[in-house]
C-alpha cells in the first residue's frame, strides 16, 4: 500500500546513560501519520536502584518536557528493556503494541527488564504475532537479535523504505556488518536511513 507522503518521524531526547565513561544517549521517535501520533518507545521518568547501578542515567522525561503526552493515539514498543518502557504508565489507557514474544519474555525472564514498569498500573497492551501493518504505510516488522521478541517500524515512503529501529542496532556498525536475523532483514529492506534509540543520527546506507 503507498503511504501518504506526509509521515514525519521526529526524534526526542529523554536519557542519557553513561557506560564505562561514554554518554549513550535515549531516544525516543514521534511518528506524525494522517491517521494517528504514534509514539515509538517511552524512555525512563525515574530512577531505579538497578538502572541507576549500571548506567548512572541522566534523564529527561515525555512529562517534563513540553510534549503533548494527550495527543498520542498509539504506543509502540521496540522491546521492553527498561530503558524502552520506563514512560510506558504514562500512557495508561492507550494501545501499546509489543510482540506477544517479548512481553512473555519480560513477564517471565529474570533480570530481563524492570517488571513493573512494564505492568505498570492501567498499562495496556496489544500483543502482536509476527507482522501488522498498523496504519496504511506503517507497519510493525519482528526483528530479533538484540532481543528475541524485538520488533522496528518500518514507514513506506513510496521510496526506499525509513526504519525506526529502537535497540535492532545499539551502534552504527552493527548495521554496517550485520548479524542478528533483525539486522539482516532491516537491511534487507534497502531502507534509506533507520532511526536508533542510542545513535544521534539516523543510520544510512554507505553508497557504493
Ligand atoms: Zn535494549
Known amino acids: 500500500m503507498n503511504a501518504p507522503a506526509s509521515i514525519t518521524i521526529s ?8 557506560v564505562e565513561g561514554e554518554r549513550m ?9 494522517p491517521n494517528g501520533r504514534i509514539l515509538v518507545d517511552t524512555g525512563m521518568t525515574e530512577l531505579h536502584p538497578a538502572v541507576v547501578a549500571a548506567f548512572s542515567p541522566r534523564l529527561y522525561p515525555l512529562s517534563k518536557q513540553d510534549f503533548d503526552l494527550a495527543g498520542i493515539d498509539i504506543v509502540v514498543n521496540t522491546h521492553l528493556h527498561a530503558d524502552h518502557c520506563g ?15 517479548e512481553l512473555d519474555n519480560a513477564r517471565n525472564e ?3 527488564t524492570i517488571r513493573e514498569w512494564v505492568d505498570a498500573p492501567g ?13 496504511p504505510g506503517l507497519r510493525l516488522v519482528p526483528a530479533p537479535g538484540h532481543t528475541a521478541g524485538m520488533q522496528v517500524v518500518v514507514v513506506e515512503t513510496g521510496g526506499h523504505p525509513v526504519v ?3 535497540d535492532v542496532a545499539v ?6 556488518e550485520p548479524q542478528t536475523e533483525g539486522q539482516l532483514r532491516v537491511r534487507a529492506l534497502d531502507p534509506e536511513l533507520v532511526w536508533l534509540a542510542h545513535e544521534h543520527e539516523p543510520w544510512r546506507p554507505r553508497t557504493a
Do not use: M, S, T
Not at 526524534?11 to 553513561?18: S, T
Open 164 to 166: 525506526v529501529g529502537g
Open 171 to 176: 551502534w552504527f556498525g552493527e548495521l554496517d
Open 110 to 112: 529474570d533480570d530481563y
Open 123 to 135: 498499562v495496556e497492551y496489544v500483543p502482536v504475532d509476527g507482522e501488522l501493518e498498523l496504519l
Open 11 to 18: 526524534p526526542i531526547l529523554v536519557a542519557d546513560l553513561f
Open 25 to 33: 544517549p535515549v531516544y525516543v521517535h514521534v511518528i506524525d501519520h
Open 87 to 101: 514512560g510506558n504508565h504514562l500512557f495508561a489507557g492507550k494501545p501499546i503494541y509489543v510482540q506477544r514474544r
